[in-house]
């Protein structure tokens, strides 16, 4: 028995066990990012949620151009961050796509609905009388006073409507005008003078940020142009928890089996790589967490599948292991010449699982892109454990002299 | 070596192999040409609406409500006695929305446990783009294994690839399994992982042809690899299915047709590695050697 050696295997068992608990069980309440598969986000086919494609149509009024579907872009987000969502998603995809990803919320057909409809941009007087609309608004800017450096907003009307808004001025000096997006006020400036040409400031404001944040609302008041749904899905938060719970019980179950397999098979190194199962599952979990990555139903079942394939290289290498004590070789250079041997097949063959990952990475769109995600992690990081660490323990084991019948070998 | 008995040759009982595929690709592809896939929603555009009642409920009261919407003919599935899968045209928002208030009144409060919508420009781009990824993918290993082995041990692995998506696409279409884009993912995994299978076995194969006997013919060769490395074939094929076999008993009915068919495609790869890529590769090695001399002579 050779006790440093022993003593380190130890070690190594005892710090991977330690791991494993702090990585599921919330043992230290306080320590926010412990379990650390709470960080690990999920998707929203796991967490419920809304995922739509938006399309910009062209009408009659108006055409899509490249500003009115960032315009259109600025609106839904501000009409999002209404819902008090946290972390949305809002991408523009190709030349008029819009994608919108709300996660955990309680009525998403009634969001779908918000999101869509056109707003309504209305400049009353102070009876409540509608003088304009957002129609009859060209733009609105942000800038900067020339003469003062107050931060202020232009609005510039359309002919007809500068037409009004120069009566409407005229009438209502030293009085507000109210602005009012989808009936709630957005600005009440009071009105200086007569403005006879369509173009007025509204000022003052704290800084630039400030008068571009509302030159945006006014800017974008209506959707400047029209939205179609062009694909959405919708997942409840209670579906997306059964799906979850269902996954995880059957992914304990395929780990068992594994595992239970593996010793069967291959006695003392299939424990061996269970143990190196095991560390390779947490390092996987970790990069996840790490690496922020959405967790889909998919995605979790490309992960449990990447466990079935991580102990093929150990498999690989201890087929070939075994053939060499057959062959006659003493269980340390049998080992080595098992892993070297194997090394080649388990590179070339994992290869063309990472380009099969890639080519769904780069086609595939949603939980596909997270099928494809947690492969691909699976596979980089099963030829380390299965690698590496195997050889590393098995080395360990056999040089600690705890085991020395070749048969818990498998030989 | 010990434990050196070998029950079967692999090499000269290939017809054999062959006429085992051709006898399970065969009705698939008549049913593919004659019924075609189910393809879901993902594919063709449509509405989908995974419902639970709060009472038991039963499909003929759901169709009754669906018949005032013209939707008589929608697709409803019950699972359990308060869960419902509807699948129609695809529905405006407006529609969407009165046909789960109209459900909710008239059967006693429902809860929309998924409601997707798929329009069908999205639908045919979907179907595009997953064809696209095949192909893309296809060519890119071919392009691999020329490179790391020989061209015609890629092209040897394509087809039995392409034998492995046939029967998973046969068996698909047989039973009108619904297809949607977790499918098109199965099918990309299954190429990635049946690949691996055929690559392991020719590493093998260009191992011993380097450590060649004399007087070793290539038929042996490749028979001889093929045992050696066919206890991994097995056992991997095992760990995986074991994994996948759990999901598919336990796992949620999201996934389940995706599992299905990485089940399917998994078996049929571990198949067409062992039996189907490295004969056809002896097949076309035999071909070349046999029409070497022919083209010294013209």
Known sequence: ?411 | MLRDKKPFHFIKLRKIWYVISILVIVPGIISLFSQGLNLGIDFRGGSLLDLRFNQPTEVEQVRGVLADFGLEGASIQRSGETDFLIRTRELTEDENLTIVQNLDQKLGGVTVQRNERVGPVIGQELLRKALLALGVASILMVVYIAWRFEFKQGIAAIIALLHDTLVILGIFSIFQIEVDSTFVAAVLTIIGYSINDTIVIFDRIRENMHNRKKGEVLEDIINNSLWQTLARSINTVLTVILVLVALFLLGGATIHNMVLALLIGVSSGAYSSIFNASPLWYDFKKVEERSKPRGARA
Do not use: C
């Not at chain 1, 269902?246 to 069967?264: C, E, N, P, T, Y």
């Not at chain 1, 560390?279 to 959405?294: C, S």
């Open chain 1, 1 to 411: 028995m050779k006790w440093d050696k022993l003593l380190k295997l130890i070690v190594i068992i005892a710090v991977v066990a330690v791991v494993a608990i702090l990585a599921v069980k919330p043992v230290i309440p306080d320590v926010k990012w412990l379990p650390f598969t709470k960080l690990i986000k999920q998707g929203l086919d796991i967490q419920g949620g809304v995922h739509v494609v938006l399309e910009a149509q062209d009408t009659p009024d108006s055409p899509v151009t490249p500003d009115s579907v960032k315009r259109a872009m600025a609106v839904i987000e501000n009409r999002v961050n209404a819902f008090g969502v946290a972390e949305p998603i809002i991408q523009q995809q190709g030349d008029r796509r819009i994608i919108v990803e709300l996660a955990g919320i309680k009525d998403p057909d009634e969001a779908v609905r918000n999101m869509i409809k056109t707003a309504y941009l209305e400049f009353k007087t102070e009876d409540g009388t509608t003088v304009l609309t957002g129609r009859q608004l060209k733009t609105a800017t942000e800038g900067k006073n020339p003469q003062s450096g107050v931060a202020e907003v232009n609005l510039e009307f359309e002919p007809d409507g500068a037409k009004i808004f120069a009566d409407v001025t005229a009438a209502n000096v030293g009085k507000p005008i109210y602005i009012l997006l989808d009936n709630q006020v957005l600005q009440a400036p009071n009105v200086k003078e007569p403005i006879p040409n369509g173009k007025a400031q509204i000022s003052p404001y704290e800084s630039l940020e400030a008068a571009h944040n509302v030159a945006i609302l006014l800017r974008s008041g209506a959707l400047p142009v029209k939205l179609d749904v062009m694909e959405k899905r919708t997942v409840g938060p209670t579906l997306g928890a059964d799906s979850l719970d269902k996954s995880i019980k059957a992914g304990i179950a395929g780990l068992i089996a594994i595992l239970v397999f593996m010793v069967l098979y291959y006695r003392l190194p299939g424990l061996v790589a269970d143990f190196a199962l095991i560390t390779y599952a947490l390092i996987v979990l970790l990069i996840f967490a790490a690496l922020h990555v959405t967790m889909t139903l998919p995605g979790i079942a490309g992960f449990l599948l990447s466990l079935g394939m991580a102990v093929d290289a150990n498999v690989i290498i201890f087929e070939r292991f075994r053939e060499e004590m057959w062959a006659g070789k003493t269980l340390r250079s049998a080992i080595d010449a098992g892993f070297k041997r194997a090394f080649v097949a388990i590179f070339d063959s994992n290869v063309t699982t990472l380009i099969a990952a890639a080519v769904l990475y780069y086609f595939g769109t949603g939980p596909i892109k997270g099928f494809a995600v947690t492969l691909s992690i699976g596979i980089l990081a099963s030829m380390f454990t299965a690698i590496t660490m195997t050889r590393y323990l098995l080395h360990l084991v056999a040089g600690s002299n705890l085991v020395r019948n070749a048969k818990m070998y498998g030989a």
